[in-house]
């Protein structure tokens, strides 16, 4: 068996994981959700089908289901279902390849960070939340 130097600390690790991997898409939700008007017009720029539904459906995500796994609830399935939106948000928000500089790498460098996001939410997802969340208890 072996033993890592964190394995006594990692229900704690976990909950910050899941609170910093959110913490971004509380604050963008709840400005979504209070500026909703401008956020159906920011999808209809974007090109987003149904843009009204594509608003509602960012604000539930990133806010909801964000507190949600913040709390750790349903943790696994939310997250696998978060990193899947987080891929289409990169995919129609942030399309690099159809832009040229400077808009090309500033997309790129959003569209690779949301790479990353999907990858600590695809973690969450096998690793669960740790003891500190609904789910734990």
């Known amino acids: 068996m072996r033993y890592s130097l964190f394995d006594g600390q990692r ?55 964000a507190i949600l796994l913040i709390l750790g609830f349903y943790t696994r399935p939310l997250a696998f279902l978060f990193a899947l939106f987080v891929l289409g948000t990169a995919l129609l928000g942030h399309p690099f390849w159809n832009m040229v500089d400077p808009e090309r790498s500033a997309n790129m460098t959003q569209f690779l960070k949301n790479l990353s996001i ?20």
């Open 11 to 65: 229900d704690i690790i976990i909950l910050i994981a899941r609170v910093l991997l959110m913490v971004l898409f509380v604050l963008s939700g709840w400005a979504k959700l209070t500026g909703f008007d401008g956020t159906v017009g920011y999808m209809t720029s974007l090109g987003a089908p149904a843009p009204m539904l594509a608003a509602g459906i960012a604000v539930i995500m990133e806010f909801l289901v």
């Open 118 to 137: 999907m990858g600590g939410l695809l973690l969450l997802a096998v690793s669960g939340p740790g003891r500190f969340s609904v789910d734990g208890r």
